[in-house]
């Protein structure tokens, strides 16, 4: 991965969390789309199914469509496969472990997509999103997006001493990734304070979970997945079928 | 770690590895360092298949003006390091007298490793301290000859599978089965030069035919002003 002039970073046995700040009108129309699915599902849907956990409030296909985001999502996914592809060996290594290889172009689509809206003692325990009930899609690549923080917890008014970043603190996102070998260097934990308007993308692979927090307010974002699949493999599937095809007749 | 504008990328569990291609006057004074040094140790060669190192001097980086360079890339590194997501706040935690406001680098150990026909180097980290409780916390290493038959253009595939001459690096975590790999093997360009945490596990597979392989390796040790402080006061 090239960092600068004459300066490259490489890590392929990383999971990388990449982030970004979502253009303004952006964020409003993913608030819009928030809005509407929270206020749809409002009158049907049991917000905790008896626990303490939040229930997911799904996101139907056509909304992001609908909302003209979709184009966006879509452009950073393909930025954070550019990335990925560029961390030392990754490319030559999908071109090995995927059939059909070497891999020219890749396709990625929304597989699922969901709002989250986390009230004061809501959690989400540690999860990944890669291991999907035998009814869901598979994914590889997921995302998170910031829309509405709790007062308490905005950055200004957060007392940002380092430790707690290492530390965790109230309503906070922690990645704990593999790896964190060396005691100076690495570290498993990273716990981020959510802000709105950032977009984390990252392997559906990488565990996290949300923390709760005390008092007033709402911590709402979007979560979603992504399915990716290259060209080779798309024209591969086609063959298959067309030999199906062909041998049913 | 800002990679362009608006665009972040973090992973504080990873070992990084970092690169950059050394300007070629500097790389002229690092090939005759290395001359220099083996002129001098003539006779101390090989007793295995593995071949010995060639004790250079942290004074000769000095004499031959390849020192400020050397130390102007392991802080770019520590600085890459410290951008890392939250290893900045890690450091300040597990090294004692944080926060850190600045690092002090120092090479503790370089030598030459000079590779001919069917030598190879073994799976291995820097990560020792040394008889003087020095720890080396970051090493490096740079390629100042390769033989003839190892500049060759690279397949895709042998990045994945290891070639003849290829150093291999073997990073903790690969959890991703697409994302991710625990092997990463590099073929060796001269005047290219790699820093990575001295944790980091690699190895030098062997070739063959003539010619050289060579190579500058170090280790470094680096300290806060905060524990330096530390130090001066407790030795009154």
């Not at chain 1, 290492?166 to 906070?172: C, E, T």
């Not at chain 2, 950059?20 to 004074?29: C, E, F, G, V, Y």
């Amino acid at each position: 991965m090239k960092m600068g002039e004459n300066w490259h970073v490489n890590a392929p046995w990383a999971q990388l969390v990449c982030s970004t700040q979502i253009p303004e009108d952006k964020v409003v129309k993913f608030y819009a789309i928030s809005n509407e699915v929270l206020d749809e599902a409002e009158a049907t849907d049991d917000p905790y199914g008896n626990g303490v956990i939040p229930l997911p409030w799904v996101i139907p296909y056509d909304k992001f469509g609908k909302y003209g985001v979709t184009e966006y999502i879509m452009e950073m996914i393909q930025h954070y496969l550019d990335t990925i592809l560029s961390n030392g060996n990754i490319h030559s290594h999908l071109n090995t472990i995927i059939p059909g290889g070497p891999h020219t172009q890749w396709h990625s689509r929304i597989v699922a997509a969901w709002v989250v809206s986390q009230k004061e003692n809501d959690y989400i325990p540690v999860h990944t999103h890669h291991l999907n009930g035998a009814h869901e899609e598979s994914c590889k690549i997921s995302g998170i997006l910031y829309l509405k923080v709790p007062e308490q917890m905005k950055v200004d008014n957060v007392d940002n001493n380092d430790i707690a970043i290492r530390g965790g603190r109230d309503g906070q996102i922690l990645f704990t990734g593999m790896g964190g070998v060396d005691p100076f260097s690495t570290t498993m934990q990273y716990n981020i304070q959510p802000e709105v308007g950032w977009l984390y993308l990252f392997p559906s692979s990488l565990n996290h979970q949300v923390y709760p927090f005390k008092g007033e307010g709402e911590r709402r974002g979007i979560s979603f997945n992504i399915d990716v699949i290259s060209q080779e493999q798309l024209d591969i599937m086609i063959l298959q079928n067309e030999e199906e095809q062909n041998a049913d007749e | 770690m800002q990679m362009s504008e608006n665009w972040f990328v973090d992973a504080p569990w990873a070992q990084l590895l970092c690169s950059t291609k050394i300007p070629a006057d500097t790389l002229q004074r690092f090939i005759t360092m290395s001359d220099e040094v083996l002129d001098v140790a003539d006779g101390l060669g090989n007793t295995s298949v593995i071949p010995s190192s060639w004790e250079i001097s942290p004074e000769k980086f000095q004499e031959h003006d390849v020192l400020s360079y050397t130390m102007e890339m392991v802080s770019k590194y520590m600085n890459t390091m410290l951008s890392n997501g939250n290893v900045k706040q890690n450091m300040d935690n597990v090294i004692s007298d944080g926060p850190h406001t600045q690092w002090n680098s120092r090479i503790i150990t370089a030598w030459i490793v000079s590779q001919k026909e069917d030598d190879y180097l073994p799976v291995h980290a820097h990560n020792q301290v040394t008889a003087d409780h020095q720890f080396a916390k970051i090493s490096g290493v740079m390629y100042l000859k390769l033989p003839k038959q190892m500049e060759r253009k690279l397949d895709e595939t042998s990045l994945k599978t290891g070639k003849d001459g290829q150093i291999a690096f073997t990073g903790m975590g690969d959890a991703d089965p697409l994302q991710t790999t625990s092997l990463y093997n590099i073929q060796p360009e001269i005047g290219w030069f790699y820093i990575f945490p001295s944790t980091l596990n690699h190895q030098v597979y062997p070739f063959k035919g003539e010619g050289e392989r060579r190579g500058i390796s170090f280790n470094v040790d680096f300290m806060s002003k905060e524990q330096l402080e530390k130090l001066q006061k407790l030795q009154g």
